[in-house]
């Protein structure tokens, strides 16, 4: 028995003046999504909990069984997982985004002119290690304006605030120890000495130098959020039984699923972005499935498109993904089963989180059904999961794969 745990990122939405009232799930009307439902059991999941509006870290920790009330610190160590780097579970890390700041400290431009890739990374080379106050600091460019920094040593804390104002005042926030441990305060002075330092040294960078020639804002300041540790999570084969993998483009979801103990498979075209390559993405969950037993395939776009308050190219992309998976359904052996669910709700007239649930649907050879017919927010409150918690969806899913042990005797 295998699975294969499709997330549409921000999939959950509400009735769109623009879509004549109806949901995008509701106006795309998708054959495949539908199909699945009626074959298959539905229902709502209140992925973190109800009336709780959560980020997709923490969404996917609950759909991967895991309760972030409890693991949960900050997003930082995922995005560094995810871009690769190898974390200790007493190391601090951050997102980060090479930014523009003014001499005062206002904030110009939080994403330095959305400089490209090439340059940030050279740029990253002239700030990668430093060491101050007994702290080791390791900065790593990721894609564009982004990166993530560790900070590794002795008597660190990450409750530490962030320093990317992101959009709620204009300038830079000092970092600021969170508690009155002297952990946390000992990391917010010694970042904030590695802030000053990495100024200085991009300030005269001559990438920075090229730029303001160009008159381009420069990328000389660092400004991180998120910080956190690595949750020390039971691995999800130990839990579940299920050998696991993880189909993404977004660093985030690969990272999340690093820290479970997944392989991550990284698939060309995957890019995280509306342009993604979901028949590359489909093809890379049946080769998988070869030597697993539970694939997670995250699509970012749905997300995306909610932020900037598209609902109709929202609706659009949920038909591509329903035409890939019902590609992805003809190569599928006949013990396999497909849940379909989000990470959130992003309603998008509104272009944010929300905390209302999401659909859910369980479809494979053993479930019982229900009198659900179609793959929509209204039409799955009627379904025969009911209303179940986000942590609750793999126990549900593992039980039809009988790979939970018996509780009791
Ligand atoms: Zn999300
Ligand atoms: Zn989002």
């Known amino acids: 028995m295998k699975a294969v745990l499709v997330v549409l990122d921000g999939l959950g939405d509400r009735r769109c003046r623009s879509l004549g009232y109806m949901t995008p799930l509701q106006y795309a009307r998708n054959r495949v999504l539908d199909r699945l439902a009626a074959e298959g059991e539905t229902g709502l999941v209140d992925v973190v909990a109800r009336g709780i509006p959560n980020g997709s870290d923490t969404g996917h920790l609950a759909l991967l069984g895991y309760d972030p009330f409890t693991c949960y610190t900050g997003r930082g160590p995922f995005e560094a997982l995810g871009a690769g780097l190898d974390l200790r579970l007493d190391d601090v890390a951050f997102r980060c985004n090479f930014a523009t700041v003014a001499e005062d400290g206002t904030v110009i431009d939080r994403r330095a002119g959305r400089i490209s890739t090439e340059e940030s990374r050279e740029l990253a080379e002239s ?19 982004r990166g993530v920094l560790i900070m590794r040593g002795k008597g660190i804390s990450h409750r530490v605030s962030n320093v990317d104002p992101h959009g709620k005042t204009s300038t830079v926030q000092k970092p600021m120890p969170l508690d009155d441990s002297p952990e946390s305060i000992k990391t917010a002075q010694a970042l904030e000495k590695f802030l000053e330092k990495t100024r200085q040294i991009l300030q005269t960078h001559p990438i920075n130098i090229k730029r303001r020639e160009k008159n381009l804002p420069p990328a000389n300041y660092i400004l991180t959020r998120g910080a956190g540790r690595l949750p020390n999570l ?94 992805m359904l003809e190569q599928l052996s006949s013990d396999t089963y497909v849940a379909v669910t989000g990470d959130h709700t992003t309603p998008s007239e509104i272009g944010d ?33 009911g209303r179940i918690r986000g942590v609750e969806l793999m126990p549900i899913l593992a039980n039809y794969l009988g790979t939970l042990e018996l509780y009791g005797e």
């Open 127 to 145: 700030i990668q290690t430093m060491e101050i106050d007994g702290v080791q600091f390791t900065f790593r460019h990721t894609v564009e304006h």
């Open 234 to 327: 039971l691995p999800f084969e130990k839990k579940f039984g299920l050998k696991a993998a993880v189909v993404a483009g977004g660093a985030l979801y690969k990272g999340v699923c690093r820290a479970a103990g997944f392989d991550v498979v990284n698939v060309e075209g995957a890019t995280g972005t509306v342009n993604t390559n979901l028949g590359n993405k489909i093809n890379a969950v049946i080769e998988s499935l070869k030597t697993r037993d539970f694939v997670l395939l995250h699509v970012k776009a749905t997300d995306t498109l909610s932020h900037d308050k598209k609902p109709r190219e929202k609706a659009e992309m949920i038909n591509r993904v329903g035409e890939a998976l019902g590609k």
């Open 353 to 385: 989180h929300r905390g209302d649930p999401v659909p859910v649907l369980i479809w494979g050879p053993d479930v019982r059904g229900d009198s659900v017919t179609k793959f929509d927010e209204i039409s799955c409150m009627y379904g025969g999961l």
